[in-house]
C-alpha cells in the first residue's frame, strides 16, 4: 500500500453529468497529481496541485478542473460528461522535495454511459 | 514534451526466460526515468529509477535497467521471470525538476507456469 487513497473505487455517469473524484495524499506529500488511464493506454497527465494551486496541465479540456485542500487532499471534477471520459483516473502524491518518485493510489474507474 | 515509446506491448513467455522490455524516450534535455508495475487488481508501484549516477539500475524483484543517454533508452530486463511477474509494465519519464510523469502505452506481461 501506498498511502494514496482514493474514492470511490467505482463509478457510473450518464453523459452531460458531472462527476468529482477524491484522493488523499501519502503523509507528508504536498503534490497530487491526477491521470487518465485509458483502456490499453497508459496514464495520461491531467494535471497537478501544489500548495492548493494548479502547478502544470496536460492536453485536457477546461471541463477538468480539480482543487486541492490545506491537508494536501485533492478533487478531480468533470463537467458535461462524455463517453470518451471512461477511463481509470489515477491519483499519485509526491513530496516536498524535486527529483522523486510518485506514489500511486488504486483508482477511480469512470464509466460513461 | 516528453514521449516515450514502448514496443512489443503482449510479451508471453515461460518460466525461467529472461525479459526484456524496451523503452525509448525523445526530450532534449535531463530526465528522470522510471519502471512502474501493475499487477491484476493492483495500484502502480515502482519497480525502479532513475535520477543520476551509475546507469544499471537495479530494482525490487530481481529486475534492472540500463540507462543510455545516446540512444535515448530505459530497457527493463530481469534475467528468470516468475509466473508472479505476470503483470502490466509501464515506462515512465519526468524532466529533473518536475514531476509530471509522461507513461508509455505499457507492455503486458504474461508468465505461463
Known amino acids: 500500500e501506498t498511502g494514496v487513497t482514493q474514492s470511490p473505487t467505482h463509478l457510473i455517469k450518464t453523459r452531460g453529468q458531472q462527476v468529482t473524484l477524491r484522493c488523499s495524499s501519502q503523509?507528508?506529500?504536498?503534490?497530487v497529481s491526477w491521470y487518465q488511464q485509458a483502456l490499453g493506454q497508459g496514464p495520461q497527465f491531467i494535471f497537478q496541485?501544489?500548495?492548493?494551486?494548479?502547478?502544470g496541465r496536460g492536453n485536457f479540456p477546461p471541463r477538468f478542473s480539480g482543487l486541492q485542500f490545506p491537508n494536501y487532499s485533492s478533487e478531480l471534477n468533470v463537467n458535461a460528461l462524455e463517453l470518451d471520459d471512461s477511463a481509470l483516473y489515477l491519483c499519485?502524491?509526491?513530496?516536498?522535495?524535486?527529483?522523486?518518485?510518485?506514489?500511486f493510489g488504486q483508482g477511480t474507474r469512470l464509466t460513461v454511459v | 514534451a516528453q514521449s516515450v515509446s514502448q514496443h512489443n506491448h503482449h510479451v508471453i513467455l515461460s518460466e525461467a526466460a529472461s525479459l526484456e522490455l524496451g523503452c525509448n524516450y525523445s526530450?532534449?534535455?535531463?530526465?528522470?526515468l522510471f519502471w512502474y508495475v501493475q499487477y491484476p487488481g493492483q495500484h502502480l508501484q515502482l519497480l525502479l529509477k532513475?535520477?543520476?549516477?551509475?546507469?544499471l539500475v537495479k530494482g525490487i524483484k530481481g529486475f534492472e535497467a540500463e540507462f543510455i543517454k545516446s540512444k535515448f533508452s530505459f530497457n527493463l530486463r530481469k534475467p528468470s521471470v516468475q509466473w508472479s511477474d505476470t503483470a502490466e509494465y509501464f515506462c515512465?519519464?519526468?524532466?529533473?525538476?518536475?514531476?509530471?510523469?509522461?507513461f508509455g502505452k505499457g507492455n503486458q506481461v504474461v508468465v505461463i507456469p
Open positions: 515512465a519519464v519526468n524532466a529533473q525538476g518536475n514531476n509530471r510523469l509522461a
Open positions: 532513475y535520477f543520476s549516477g551509475d546507469p
Open positions: 526530450y532534449g534535455g535531463t530526465v528522470n
Open positions: 496541485y501544489y500548495r492548493e494551486e494548479e502547478n
Open positions: 503523509s507528508g506529500h504536498n503534490t
Open positions: 499519485a502524491s509526491s513530496p516536498p522535495f524535486q527529483n522523486t518518485e510518485a506514489f
